[in-house]
């Protein structure tokens, strides 16, 4: 080692001022690091938390989606879709977009709606409207095989759409 010094002709003792400065700034940069994910997670925002759940509605649209902006690749996710009925009719159909089955998985949806067809693009499922009431929910169990963001649509045939995206980590 250069400047260093010899100690009983066996050992070199020194000291690298620029290494330790540099391992001191990389101490510090992993400690930053290490807060922000403990404070992301416990936000919510890696996971069940505060800031976990979202609820979208968009103008004009019959429906809004509650769901977790960021869900886990392999763990099941649920997203509900609160569907208003102006005209009382005892069915709505509602499109699904592609996306909600490939790469998120749909698993089942609850309550089971009467009809499913597949079309060009998605699903449309007919679901029933409870008697005595002008609203349904529906909700999809989802079980989310890739990672990044998806982009999920669901349209109220002639009531308008609504979007949203959920992000999917490892």
Known sequence: MQGADQVNEELEVGY????????????????????LFVGAGAAGFLGRGPYSHQTVKTAGSNISVD???VARSQTGTQVTLHLH??????TLDLFIG????????????????????????????????????TDADLRLM?????????????????????????????
């Open 16 to 35: 690298d001022r620029g290494f330790e400065h540099s391992w001191h700034m990389a101490e510090r940069v992993g400690r930053v690091v290490m807060v």
């Open 67 to 69: 769901f977790e902006p």
């Open 85 to 90: 009925n102006p005209t009382s009719a005892p």
């Open 98 to 133: 592609s996306t909600a089955v490939e790469p998120m998985g749909l698993q089942r949806i609850v309550p089971e709606p009467t009809e499913m067809k597949a079309v060009d693009g998605g699903l449309v499922l007919t679901v029933p409207v409870p008697s005595g009431t």
């Open 142 to 170: 989802l079980l989310p095989v890739g990672v990044g963001p998806v982009n999920l649509v669901a349209r109220l045939s002639g009531y308008g759409e609504q979007r949203w995206t959920q992000f999917v980590v490892p």
